[in-house]
T-cell receptor, first 116, second 112 residues
Framework: GAVVSQHPSWVICKSGTSVKIECRSL??????MFWYRQFPKQSLMLMAT?????????EQGVEKDKFLINHASLTLSTLTVTSAHPEDSSFYIC????????????FGPGTRLTVT | QKEVEQDPGPLSVPEGAIVSLNCTYS??????FMWYRQYSRKGPELLMY????GNKEDGRFTAQVDKSSKYISLFIRDSQPSDSATYLC????????????FGTGTSLTVIP
């Protein structure tokens, strides 16, 4: 089956620093990847759509200068949280699909970010 | 009004019980309906998907979609302790772009 990995799985950083999270599709190519944020006991909130070779599309209310997304290849997208603050602490999850079937979104294991 | 409504639970059932999980939605353009299972501190795992109305069965899991009522269900037969997780419904339409609309998830515990 399609596998999506994320790295790191857990990161703690100090306020004001930047953190990069990687999302990789291991056995398929993905022209589009999605980044979500999830707070405890809440559902997934789509942050942005990452498009290979072009700029990401951000959802309303998501600061594009704070959450930098780069989709450099068909198997890798990165999310960089710049100048992190404690309110950025959350569970970040990416997803990707191997083909054109719209239901085929496979999620990574998530990255838990804690900003102290 | 939220696009997708899902009772967060928690739902607690004895092992072997039939579990019914449900979501309602408001956008009649939704065509693809998915159910994901999410274990604690893990990413969601696709369980089942259905296109348009109808039923779909996969082992102990059955997904139902009633577009006329804007209501979808997931049934789990012979529930097992390993089914304990949060179940998220998700849906999208042909004209909703790439965005999936998720329910808040229902937390299920199956007691041995």
């Amino acid at each position: 089956g399609a596998v999506v990995s994320q790295h790191p799985s857990w990161v703690i950083c100090k306020s004001g620093t930047s953190v990069k999270i990687e999302c990789r599709s291991l056995d398929f190519q993905a022209t589009t990847m999605f980044w979500y944020r999830q707070f405890p006991k809440q559902s997934l909130m789509l942050m942005a759509t990452s498009n290979e070779g072009s700029k990401a599309t951000y959802e309303q209310g998501v600061e594009k200068d704070k959450f930098l997304i780069n989709h450099a290849s068909l198997t890798l997208s990165t999310l960089t949280v710049t100048s992190a603050h404690p309110e950025d602490s959350s569970f970040y999850i990416c997803s990707a699909g191997p083909g054109t079937e719209t239901y085929e979104q496979y999620f990574g294991p998530g990255t838990r970010l804690t900003v102290t | 009004q939220k696009e997708v409504e899902q009772d967060p639970g928690p739902l607690s059932v004895p092992e072997g019980a039939i579990v019914s999980l449900n979501c309602t939605y408001s956008n009649s353009a939704f065509q693809y309906f998915m159910w994901y299972r999410q274990y604690s501190r893990k990413g969601p795992e696709l369980l089942m998907y259905t296109y348009s109305s109808g039923n779909k069965e996969d082992g102990r899991f059955t997904a139902q979609v009633d577009k006329s009522s804007k209501y979808i269900s997931l049934f789990i037969r012979d529930s097992q302790p390993s089914d304990s997780a949060t179940y998220l419904c998700a849906m999208r339409g042909m004209n909703t772009g790439n965005q999936f609309y998720f329910g808040t998830g229902t937390s299920l515990t199956v007691i041995p």
